[in-house]
Structure formats: C-alpha cells, structure tokens
C-alpha cells in the first residue's frame, strides 16, 4: 500500500481514495468530507461509504431528545451524484419513520436536498438539517398530506404515533 493510501482498503475503480492523482473534483470533494466527518461528526450522526464505492454512504441519526424519534437509531442511504457537489445527494430513510416530510418509501421533502442545494453545503450540514426537521417538523411542505394534517390539528396523536414507530422500527 503506497503512503497516501487509505488505511481501509477501500478504493474507487480500484484506485485508493487518498490517491487523489487521477480522482475526479465529486470524488475529491466526497473523499474531503469523509475526512472531515471522521473527524468531527456531527451531534448523534455517523456516515461513511458502505463499502468500497465512495459514492455510496450510509448514515446513522440518533433520534432527538426531546422528540418522539427519541432512543431511536435511524439508517440513512447517502448517494453522491457523479457531479456532486454542483447536485445534492440523494439521501433516504432506510429505517421506517412517521413524519410528514418523509413518506413509506423514505424519500425526505427538504429544501436543501433539491432546489435549495449549494455546493458549499456538506454532508455533515444535510445530516444536522435532518435532525433539525426530527425536532421540528414542515408541516406546510409535507410529503405525506394526512401526517402533516395531524401534525398541525392534533399534536398529542401524531407524538404518539411517532413515538410508537420509534419503538416498533428504530429500536
């Protein structure tokens, strides 16, 4: 293994992710902020690629104190476009979750993941804006119309529901 190769083994095409020599700008920029989320992870957060394709992640959000995801462990697919970072991931649940800005097929509604997208967003601040919408939900942008409906007429009920999902999916 040459001396600025990854310690992990993993690789691109073959191509060790240090080797930044022949490695695109996405993979340069994804290999960047891998780095730097190893080092310094977002609160109750944890991503890195699945295997050796540095394209695809998978991320872990601890749910929220103080929110009905509370004690819940939620898995994230994270998957980097070839011209990312000028495009946003694609990020979706893996883990079952009642809200109304994430449906059954786990596609999240954030603005940040489709027109609001910047290429100086990271995917440790899409993490955290994940969180964010764990705590306080959208409920005037909402993927799934009866949760939001809830969401906004009868709070008690959809914390319930919400925290029995937690239970019977994240735990």
């Not at 957060?45 to 004690?71: F, H, R």
């Amino acid at each position: 293994m040459s001396a600025n190769a990854a310690p992990s083994g993993g690789g691109l095409g073959g191509r060790a992710w240090s080797s930044t020599a022949s490695l695109t700008t996405s993979a340069k920029r994804i290999q960047k902020e891998l780095a730097e989320i190893s080092l310094d992870p977002p609160s109750n957060c944890s991503a890195g690629p699945k295997g050796d394709n540095l394209y695809e992640w998978v991320s872990t959000i601890m749910g929220p104190a103080g929110s009905p995801y509370q004690g819940g462990v939620f898995f994230l697919d994270i998957n980097f476009p070839s011209d990312y970072p000028f495009k946003p991931p694609k990020v979706m649940f893996r883990t079952r979750i009642y809200h109304c800005n994430i449906n059954t097929s786990g596609q999240i509604c954030l603005d940040i993941l489709k027109d609001n997208w910047s290429p100086a967003l990271t995917i440790s601040k899409v993490l955290l804006s994940i969180c964010s919408l764990l705590t306080d939900a959208n409920p005037h942008d909402p993927l799934v119309g009866s949760i939001a409906q809830q969401y906004l007429t009868d709070r008690p009920a959809y914390e319930k529901t919400a925290s029995e999902w937690t239970r019977r999916y994240a735990q």
